[in-house]
């Protein structure tokens, strides 16, 4: 059983849909990710939480939009996606940002998203 | 140039063979190293971090090589279930990348009977 759960898994949706992706942690941690994998490139960091507070936003588009709540919960909400967003969406957390030097991110199963 | 690069492979490795891969990375002021296992269809797990003298764990070993700004990982005596991505990760340590892991895109193994 995974300490960062990830809904929905498969998420399949149109251009000019509104979706959200949900991420859960349970390990009591301080900060919160969100990554984009695409295949046969590497992770990209799109948007980091440190305490309920962004502390990263990598050059996500706007159609991309965050949300974190409380500690435990993040979302990431999607709204007039294009095809070229069509990937696998992981949800990470760690114990806190900035440091890192135990590099261990925990991450969730991810939730992959095609966009027709 | 990429910050992070690694051999896509594939390595098809026979069972109980040894495999070795390397991996590069740009920024001579990283400080942190580790090796992360991606298993087909599943998130990424730490395998293990990359110390300067070198560390094991088991059947693995990974090297730090900060002259020519690499990393490698060594599996001895593989197993089937070693079949996996592995990703390379290093966090940086420049006024752009503090505190950032950055992933190379991964090299593949598949280990065959």
């Known amino acids: 059983e995974t300490g960062v759960t990830q809904t929905p898994r498969h998420l399949v949706m149109g251009m000019t849909n509104k979706k959200s992706l949900k991420c859960e942690q349970h390990?009591?941690?301080?900060?919160m990710y969100w990554y984009k994998q695409s295949a046969k490139k590497p992770l990209e960091l799109m948007f980091v939480?440190?305490?309920?507070?962004?502390?990263e936003n990598n050059s996500v588009p706007s159609r991309f939009s965050p949300e974190c709540p409380n500690s435990s919960h993040l979302f990431l909400h999607l709204h007039t996606l294009q095809p070229e967003d069509s990937a696998l969406y992981l949800c990470?957390?760690?114990?806190?940002?900035?440091?890192?030097?135990?590099?261990?991110?925990?991450f969730g199963e991810g939730s992959r998203l095609t966009v027709l | 140039r990429k910050e992070v690069e690694q051999d896509p492979g594939p390595f098809n490795v026979p069972e109980g063979a040894t495999v070795a891969f390397n991996c590069t990375y740009s920024?001579?002021?990283?400080?942190?190293f580790f090796w992360y296992r991606q298993d087909c269809r599943k998130e990424p797990k730490l395998l293990m971090s990359?110390?300067?003298s070198g560390n094991e764990d088991g059947r693995f070993t990974a090297q730090l090589n900060r002259a020519s700004q690499y990393i490698s990982l060594l599996i001895r005596d593989s197993k089937l279930s070693d079949s996996a991505t592995y990703l390379c990760?290093?966090?940086?340590?420049?006024?752009?990348?503090?505190?950032?892991?950055?992933f190379g895109a991964g090299t593949q193994v598949v280990v065959t009977p």
């Open positions: 990470a957390s760690s114990q806190t940002w900035g440091g890192l030097d135990t590099g261990e991110l925990f």
């Open positions: 390990l009591g941690h301080n900060a």
């Open positions: 939480y440190s305490l309920e507070e962004r502390v």
């Open positions: 920024n001579s002021a990283s400080q942190s």
């Open positions: 990359v110390y300067s």
């Open positions: 990760v290093v966090n940086g340590r420049g006024t752009d990348s503090w505190g950032k892991l950055q």
